[in-house]
């Protein structure tokens, strides 16, 4: 299941950059695409605010 950001997202860009698939966009709270993402667990790695999980 592809990774999901919460709304304890701050919108601080950190995860974006990591992301080898290029399945994180920006917002107010960034989205991660779940048809492009991998599972990788990159971006969860580097998010200081703990917000990106493993979807259910």
């Not at 701050?10 to 698939?21: H, I, M």
């Not at 107010?28 to 493993?54: F, L, N, R």
């Amino acid at each position: 299941m592809a990774y999901v950001i919460t709304d304890s997202c701050v919108a601080c860009g950190t995860c974006q950059p990591v992301c080898p698939v290029d399945a994180i966009s920006e917002g107010d709270i960034y989205h991660i695409d779940p048809d492009t993402c991998i599972e990788c667990g990159s971006c969860a790695e580097v998010c200081p605010s703990d917000a990106i999980k493993p979807g259910e």
